[in-house]
């Protein structure tokens, strides 16, 4: 498949580039992902003339950041180590170093903390001259404020180390960093400015709490709204920024009429996002990673169903979702309803297999369910018992053969001792039940009151053994760590067979992203920024495994019978076409590399560049 390349833009070879994010070295959001995964294309294009700045966290950065010694740093001759070394003449709590992911990017990270003794005047300051109000006893928002004072400083004391023709470029993502905007422009520090929203802070409050959101958008009263959901200051500080940077852009189409009607301003440019695509030399490779991957899931399937009852695992379907948890704007409510279709349309047909779907989300639990875990170590004692058996009979039927001479099979029961007979069916008896498998892998805080639970009970989609769609609610996230999965969540994805993602609001959306990266077909949304940039840039999507539910001017029940079509059509695909879908998904992967993606961020800085 040819891959259509954006037009590349020169670079300004006398430009330097700030990337300023509250992810930087700190993984709390789905930020990191975009920064973390776009640092390679972004050193590639800008080599030495790229920094990334956020704050430092010890405990978040000691395991990604290596910093730089005082020798190292006196080596470097270049305006971003001077302005450190400035910052650290004044006194400041500052450090250098290597992020230490692909790309190996250099890293300001500042401590926030230290600002805290001129808190009362930063905020006086944000009131006085931006009417940014900033309450008492919010930790989070102290520690933005803070932050955003020191990165002004950094970037004034930067600016003063650029030296002409060369000029400064500073990207802010998110309100957490852009906070330092408005400051920036009082003091007419000479940089460019550029802030992206990635997704507006009212929008997603109000999307989960008002089902026709879409259709209010432009009636909102957005400082109303602000202070009804109790985030005004961070509200207005995104306005501020927003309104002045030089250049205001957000991740997708869906997005602009969210940054048009919330924050008043007309993105100047949409920056859609991108992975790191890993490529395979040949097609089996990525097809092997599957079949491995697929069969660490048919041990916990097994651990989780086998105990209550079995079915063929060579005829199952392993679909999920995953993402924050946010019922109604990830869609879990639409896939939920599309799920209880589907298991009535598989039970009313006649068709054999069975569908296992996998809710990944996290939750607040106490503890895994003990019955889940014992039946987990049962279940691993069943499988040492059975290795036990079979080296015993593979030794012992190896001599009867060399010793036969009538070449008849010897009877294989006779070869094992009644020790392991005894064991195999006392391992057994302990680990059969007539319970039905929990539809929930851990103990809620709030079991009464969560949203999936409550569902699958009034639909009594509860693994039933006649249930054709088999559920397991995982409220925590797959780690290699996890006593039930042992594998990390990209591992877990290619092992499965479809991602369902119709969310509602979803101002990009990464998860069905993921599942392309990793040549599996995804379901996706045209209320997702994802699925609004396949539909008008990847012709034949559904070709490529890239399917999308339409939602805009839809009711819930259309959506829901829509999303039912497609899993309807899924699971009657027979092996070979799945084979053949994933190789297509893995062929259209590169579309979103962000090789080609980066063009759109040079584009938007070039922007910047030639506005002051």
Known sequence: MQVPVPTPVPIAPDALLVEVAWEVCNQVGGIYTVIRSKVPATVQGWDDRYCLLGPYFANQAQGEFEPFDDQQMAALDDPFAGAVRQMRQQGYDVCMGIWLVTGRPRVVLINPFQAYPRLGQIKADLWQHHHIPTPDHDDLLHQVVAFGELAKTFLAILAQEVVPPQRLVAHFHEWMTGVAIPGLRRDQVPVHLVFTTHATLLGRYLAMNDPNFYDHLMQV??????????????????????????????????????????????????????????????????????????????????????????????????????????????????????????????????LEGQVVMFFITKRPFHSINPQVLQSRAVLDEVHATCEAIERQVGERLFYAASASTDYRLPDLDALVDDYWKLRYRRTLQSWKTSTLPPVITHNLVDDAGDDILNFLRRANLVNNKHDRVKIVYHPDFVSPTSPLFGMEYGQFVRGCHLGIFPSYYEPWGYTPLECVARGVPAITSDLSGFGDYVMQTVPQHEDKGIFVVQRQEKSFDEAAEELTDMLWQFVQLNRRERIMQRNNVESSAELFDWKNLRVHYDRAYQLALERQ
């Open 221 to 350: 009263d957005w400082n109303a709204e602000a202070r009804h959901f109790n985030i005004e200051p961070a509200v207005t500080m995104e306005r501020a920024a927003a309104h002045g940077s030089h250049v205001f852009t957000t991740v997708s189409e869906l997005t602009v009429r969210e940054c048009i009607y919330l924050l008043d301003r007309i993105p100047d440019a949409v920056l859609p996002n991108g992975l790191n695509i890993e490529r395979f030399v040949a097609l089996h490779e990525f097809q092997n990673l599957h079949q491995q991957y697929k069969t660490k899931i048919h041990e916990f399937v097994m651990a989780h169903f086998f105990q209550s009852y079995s079915f063929d695992l060579d005829n199952t379907l392993y679909l999920f979702t995953s993402g924050r948890y946010e019922y109604h704007n990830k869609g879990f409510d639409l896939t939920l309803e599309a799920l209880a279709r589907l298991n009535y349309r598989l039970q009313q047909s006649g």
